[in-house]
């Protein structure tokens, strides 16, 4: 599996920035997604996760109530739709395909190049 993430920028405080990360190949239901980020100088830590067939998601609590994350299997394509952005949300977004359709915050083998996010104050 290829992943390339798009979308990344530079915004205010308060605002918004949809993500997206397109897959190939033809069986990209039966892959949980996830997205995570590294901040300068911190771990890459697990952001938002989908199951394969979108039944069931999985958020770290930094992002609860603010980032929701999706999927279009037709598309092949998973979304994390930001909302309500800090300063503390500035990293290297980074999204990853597990090969399985379980949903879970570890186990991801294919990753994709980061799109950067910059919120400033």
């Known amino acids: 599996v290829q992943l390339q993430a798009s979308g990344g920028g530079l915004v205010q405080a308060g605002g918004s920035l949809r993500l997206s990360c397109a897959a190939s190949?033809?069986?990209?239901?039966?892959?949980?997604m996830g997205w995570f980020r590294q901040a300068p100088g911190k771990a890459r830590e697990f952001v938002a996760g989908?199951?394969?067939?979108?039944?069931?998601?999985s958020y770290a609590d930094s992002v609860k109530g603010r980032f929701t994350i999706s999927r279009d299997n037709a598309k092949n394509t998973v979304y994390l739709q930001m909302s309500s952005l800090k300063p503390e949300d500035t990293a290297d977004y980074y999204c990853?395909?597990?090969?399985?359709?379980?949903?879970?915050?570890?186990?991801?083998?294919?990753w994709g190049q980061g799109t950067q996010v910059t919120v400033s104050s």
């Open positions: 990853a395909a597990r090969n399985f359709v379980a949903l879970s915050t570890t186990g991801y083998i294919y």
């Open positions: 190949g033809r069986t990209f239901s039966s892959y949980a």
């Open positions: 989908i199951s394969g067939g979108a039944l069931t998601t």
